[in-house]
Structure formats: C-alpha cells, structure tokens
Nanobody, 125 residues
C-alpha cells in the first residue's frame, strides 16, 4: 500500500518561512515524481512544485518561483518543500502527490496516482 504523509504545516507571519516534509512508502516503481500541490478555500487544487526520483528534474509553478525550493532525500523516502518569503496568498492545505513516470517528467495534478491527506499552512499577520 502506497502511503504519503505530509508534515510541517503551521501558522506564520508574512515574510516568514516553513519547511514541509512528505514521507512516502510502499511504491515499487522505478521512476516516479513527487509533487506538492495546494488548495485554498473555494479554489481548485493547484501545482506548486515537483521533483523526479532519479535525476535533478524539477518544476516550480510561477507563483512560487524564487521563494520555494524542493529537494529530496531518497535514503529517507522524504521530499521537502522549503518555503520562504511567505505571502497571505500562500495560505492553503498543501498536499503531497506521487505519480509514476510513464514517458517523461510531468508535474500535473492529473499525473499523480497517490495523495497524502494534506497539511495546513496559514500565512497571516
């Protein structure tokens, strides 16, 4: 059984930082993508960033470029999302997703096969 567990969410003031972690287990495929997505109240789930399991392929969506950094530690089956210069509009539930690579690296919600339950990030003064 594939499981993904997010942690690290919380409340922070604008301009602050948080580190999210995604611990994953049970996946046996050779190549996969781990992605961070977020969903604000009343909005659809949107992409934040993704990283490939076997090389340095990464993607950042425009809204977080230059502020967020994704990284992985394969020995710990963990993907991190370092979030800096947080803004109120970053407030959302952040979900970790895992998708098997079929043809090439992709960072789309529709490409994720498994999801965690999410962790809430609130940016407010």
């Amino acid at each position: 059984e594939v499981q993904l567990v997010e942690s690290g969410g919380g409340s922070v003031q604008p301009g602050g930082s948080l580190r999210l972690s995604c611990l994953y287990s049970g996946f046996t495929g050779a190549e996969y993508v781990i992605g961070w997505f977020r969903q604000a109240p009343g909005k659809e789930r949107e992409g934040v960033s993704c990283i490939a399991s076997t090389d340095d392929s990464k993607k950042y969506y425009d809204s977080v470029k230059g502020r967020f950094t994704i990284s992985r530690d394969n020995s710990k089956n963990t993907v991190y999302l370092d979030m800096n210069y947080l803004k109120p509009e970053d407030t959302a539930v952040y979900y970790c997703g895992l998708g098997e690579v079929v043809t090439s690296f992709s960072c789309r919600r529709s490409g994720m096969d498994y999801w965690g339950k999410g962790t809430l990030v609130t940016v407010s003064s």
